[in-house]
């Protein structure tokens, strides 16, 4: 009796089994039958468009449009969307979108990914750029939608550019060239260098200074004429100066008739326009300080 009910659970088992395979053949036959009637195809995507959309001396802000095609006669639901940014073909910025989003049947959907990137951060992790005019990226996506039957497929896209890598003019003293010195006045040229490193072009009429050398303040003004700093070059600004001598005492006319050297301190800032349409006006401030000698 025992031997029985082995063999007979065996079998049972077994039956089972061989029921439920027929069921799940089944269950598959089906579903494909239905997906062939339906004709469900994953959806299609593409990043259309990269804009960039505001430059300054801190960030770069830009714009990724997604554009979604549903070929289906069924609306199909977006349920995610990864993104991960290379900056020099290094991983840089992740993140996601967790809103649903409903294209309908035979229709195309477009989905905004803004990035904001700082140059900082990316100087930070990339010292090699920093000579580059611009900058590389890849935008990796992984678009995930939910169709029929099917459940959830997983999209990938992919895109490349380049954004520009703005750097910061230099400006620096150049020297100090005495023009006429009287007893109780010396007029001198002020010769400041201003390295513009960009691939456009700057234009300035507001140029506010302060100097001050060997601890006495010389000069402070506002030279308000039109300088243009074109691309990748260097352009020197020549700023009269006149100094009181009765004012500064004997000590500052001592410094002009002989060949000591001066030390500098020059402060101010300057108003740059640019022709980079993304790139708006700015106050760029400058501080140096150093030894320099006056020519005559």
Sequence with gaps: MKLFKTKFSRYSTLTLLYLLGILFLNACTEALHILQEMNVREPKASISRVELKGLSLQKVDLLFDVSVENPNSMSVHLSNLNYNLFVNNNSFIKGSKTDPLEIKAHSKAKVNIPITLTFDEIRKMFSSIGNLDTIPYHLDLDIGADLP????????????????????????????????????????????????????????????????????????????????????????????????????????????????????????????????????????????????????
């Design 149 to 296: 039957v099917l459940g959830t497929v997983q999209i990938p896209v992919s895109r490349k550019g380049s954004f520009p890598n703005f750097r910061i003019p230099k400006i620096s003293m150049q020297g100090i060239k005495l023009k006429n010195l009287s007893f109780t006045e010396a007029k001198l040229n002020l010769n400041i260098q201003i390295e513009n490193p960009n691939t456009f072009s700057f234009g300035t009429n507001n140029f506010m200074y302060a100097l001050e050398v060997n601890g006495l303040q010389w000069m402070n003004g506002l030279l308000n004429q039109p300088v243009t700093l074109n691309a990748k070059s260097e352009q020197i600004l020549q700023i009269p100066i006149s100094l009181n001598l009765l004012n500064l005492g004997a000590t500052a006319y001592q410094l002009f008739a002989g060949n000591a050297e001066l030390n500098y301190h020059l402060t101010g800032q300057m108003k740059l326009n640019s022709s980079y349409d993304y790139l708006q006006s700015f106050n760029l401030p400058f501080d140096k300080t150093g030894n320099i000698k006056l020519t005559k």
